[in-house]
């Protein structure tokens, strides 16, 4: 790979061992990547937090030592330097707020995520704690290369913004952050940006939960490659992009789709797609099997969970629930978790609509889901939820059941025990 003489310097150590650090990891990375050189980015998302279950391996829970060795692969402590590019966080363990009420984390291990947080800030980054930072401001603009961790909102951006983002792991996020660099390959390259499947939907797409469904079979259906959908009869709102996106990147490994007239990059097929694009029919045949596929582990119709909030819920769909709740009380045999920004939590609380969801027993939270924080109500045995994403994820990380449903069912369930 081709560096500049400042590259080289920077490599070398003129900028201090935490900058030299991050370009091993950028020089080693764009290696694999094949790429012939560094490019500059607009934004890095993804610096990590770090709580007990990082700290105990390496026998410190100092914050420095934590992100020298997690995020720059380099034992001992580093003297970091703030962030170059404007950076974020991303989704975290806990919930800022109520970890001790819902985690059963003792204060003192809350003390010590935000430790990590307080240095986070401290280099620059903006704790926004979400995994959709482009729903509460942070976002990058068309054509802009950037470095984001985070599945669902890589594919989201890509797509529906057409910035450009390969899917980036703890490290390589952290040295773009430092170095304002990431490797020129993969999805920066025009080249890789092309669909190379052609897919026709031909099953009627109504609404979130089909859109849900169609991403999850989607994912699976062309695994890393960049699919062109064609015949959707109605446009999908945000909040169904966000869905379909998340479930696509969960079944299979998509960071970037195209549909003519809705997404960036694509006026047209022709603009996007491959001469030798493969074709594939998504009808109502597959619908039913992605369907059946998202509830594979659903042994019935009772639930004591329901979840609602991945990624994290827009303000509308908080409106969505509190309209569906209408006042009611839910089950005290249920517990409902609702899942959002904190920056929209706390719009929600001066707004009134907090009180009014919780009023009825629900929790809106924010800086985790059950996926990433690996906790659900004690005593869960099967959850309900209106996302692919966490009916994929969360059976087999906490052994749980799960049903996917349309999100009026969702909360039908939490009032009385039971999906319709």
């Not at 829970?61 to 692969?73: G, I, K, Q, T």
């Not at 003192?108 to 620059?124: D, F, P, R």
């Not at 062309?222 to 169904?240: H, K, M, N, S």
């Not at 827009?314 to 609702?338: H, K, N, T």
Request: proline letters at 6%; aromatic letters at 6%; a negative charge.
């Amino acid at each position: 790979m081709q560096l500049t003489a400042r590259q080289r310097a920077m490599a070398a150590g003129d900028e201090g061992e935490a900058i030299a650090a991050a370009m091993r990891v950028l020089v080693q990375y764009g290696e694999i990547m094949a790429a012939e050189r560094l490019i500059e980015i607009s934004s890095a998302a993804g610096a990590n937090l770090y709580g007990p279950r990082h700290s105990r391996p390496l026998g410190s829970d100092d914050p420095v030592r934590l992100f020298s060795e997690y995020s720059l692969n380099s034992p001992g402590r580093l003297d970091v330097p703030p962030a170059r590019v404007p950076s974020c966080q991303l989704i975290g363990p806990v919930d800022r707020i109520r970890a001790g009420e819902v985690q059963n984390m003792t204060p003192a291990a809350v003390a010590k995520v935000e430790e990590s947080q307080t240095y986070l800030e401290g280099l620059g980054v903006s704790l926004l704690s979400t995994c959709t930072p482009y729903q509460v401001g942070f976002l990058p603009e068309y054509g802009q290369h950037v470095a984001w961790m985070e599945s669902s909102a890589v594919v989201f951006i890509n797509s529906v913004i057409g910035a450009r983002t390969n899917t980036e792991g703890r490290e390589s996020a952290a040295a773009a952050m430092l170095t304002g660099l990431t490797p020129e390959a993969g999805l920066h390259l025009d080249e890789h940006r092309r669909a190379d499947v052609r897919v026709r939907v031909e099953a009627p797409i109504p609404d979130t939960f089909g859109w849900n469904a169609l991403g999850y079979w989607l994912g699976y259906a062309v695994e890393d490659r960049v699919p062109l959908l064609e015949g959707i009869a109605t446009r999908p709102d945000l909040v169904q992009l966000k869905q379909f996106g998340a479930a696509a990147a969960s079944s299979g490994d998509v960071e970037l789709f195209h549909i003519p007239g809705v997404t960036a990059e694509c006026a047209s097929p022709e603009q996007v797609l491959r001469a030798d694009a493969e074709e594939l029919v998504f009808g109502a045949a597959e619908l039913d099997a992605a369907i059946a596929r998202l509830n594979a582990t659903r042994t019935g119709d009772e639930v004591d969970f329901v979840m609602i909030g991945c990624p994290h819920a827009s303000y509308d769909q908080l409106r969505e629930v509190a309209a569906l709740l209408d006042g009611r009380r839910v089950s005290p045999d249920v517990a409902l978790w609702i899942f959002t920004p904190g920056a929209l939590r706390e719009r929600a609380r001066d707004e009134g609509l907090l009180a009014a969801i919780e009023a009825s027993g629900a929790l809106v939270l924010s800086d985790t889901c059950p996926a990433i924080g690996q906790f659900v109500p004690p005593g869960t045995r099967r959850f309900a939820t209106d996302s692919a994403k966490q009916a994929h994820y969360l059976p087999a990380i906490m052994g749980v059941e799960g049903a996917f449903a349309p999100t009026a069912d969702c909360v039908a369930a939490a009032l009385s025990g039971r999906l319709p």
